[in-house]
């Protein structure tokens, strides 16, 4: 299973409406976390109901929680931008997760 594929089937435990991941590995190439063929930098755009009431310091640790020994091998950074359906700022896009 890909890197993308595995942090997708974990963050499918926070029941995301939407999803966007991409592998932003590339621009951080040479960078002292950075590994040959990527995995490494990633930004992630989750729209779910679990986030509803929760601020963004308890949003980005449910992800951190749902991704566990990921963030410490191989992801070495991710840029989270998390949000509850519906409210001001969430992103209206096509995600690969409907539910």
Known sequence: MTVAKE???RLATLAPARLELLDE???HAGHAGAAPG??????????SRAFAGKNK?????????????LMQH?????SIEAHAPGEP???SFPGK???
């Open 74 to 78: 191989p992801i070495h950074a991710m």
């Open 25 to 27: 590995s590339a621009k």
């Open 38 to 47: 990527g995995n490494t930098h990633w930004r992630l755009t989750i729209v």
């Open 7 to 9: 942090i997708e089937r």
């Open 89 to 91: 700022g969430a992103p």
């Open 97 to 99: 997760t409907d539910g």
């Open 57 to 69: 310091v308890s949003r980005h640790r449910m992800v951190y929680q749902a991704l566990g020994d």
